[in-house]
């Protein structure tokens, strides 16, 4: 009876022995807490509004082109280099701390590719920075590339109903974080961001608003920010007042004799493209006309890169810079 009893009990832990991996195998999948290969990423399917669009997202795109350098910067700074497949049109540098990252994507064009070229490296996302970049003419519209099976996203800038705000800012980067998986990445940035804005606007506490008109270009006309654009939050989050807030664009053009008539006490001028700064400057500074502008008498400039001056994740920076430009 012993010796039966013995290798009954063996033949049962044997039996225990088999068992326990499989079961271990059964149940650590469901509490790691990882889905499993038919289950959505965390946080998907996600659906967004994006300037009349809407888009449900089943996973993040793996491969994404962005066109215009504020968008792409929006990428970077996410840590989303490795789902970019291509990048187009820089107005100037990149910023340093992203320099590295946008080494390692192909640039596809210098300025719009084509939509034979855009097509070419097989993009799931295109993200645009401009109207211009979704242009009919081109055969890339949004409801073009949706044909193809390509999903897009313009930069409400260019679309905002009102004003341009910061709102509109923390908006972008929280939407674009959530259509690629790293929404936790998006409200670190947005948390930084917000209390770097705070900081600036402590340290303005008590200033009068400093009459600024804006000089982006132009020789018969001045085209200026008007009142819809980033620009003019830059400008009054910064301490300062556009001269032209009441024109109902992000950018026009307006007369010489309006600059001098309201009487601007600094000249933001817009760095980018062929025309120097220091080109710029003389144009402003020769012009008889303007000589008795209260910024050409104190010769009272501030400079901002272009790319400081739309919706992307320079804006705080981008406040923080001109504030002490603008203190009189």
Known sequence: MSRR????RRAALIASAVLLPLTACGTGAAESGKPRADEPAPGFPYTVDNCGTRTTYQAPPERAVTMNQHVTEIMLELGLEKSLVGTAYLDDEVLPRH???YR???VIAKEYPSKEKLLSVGPDFVYGGYASAFEAKDGRTRAELAESGINTRLNLENCAKGRTTLDDVYREVDEIGRTFGVGDRARKWIAAARASVDRTASAGDGRAPVPVFVYDSGDRTAFTAGGKGMGNELITRAGGRNVFA???KSFGDASWEEVVARKPEVIVIYDY???TLEQ??????????LKD???IRNRKFAVLPLSDAVLGVRAPDAIAKLAPQLAR
């Open 280 to 289: 710029k400057k003389r144009r402003l500074l020769d012009d008889p006309a």
């Open 293 to 295: 502008v209260p910024a």
């Open 99 to 101: 320099e590295k990252a």
């Open 273 to 275: 493209g062929s025309t």
């Open 104 to 106: 390692s994507i192909p």
């Open 246 to 248: 009441d024109l109902d």
């Open 5 to 8: 009893r013995s290798a009954a």
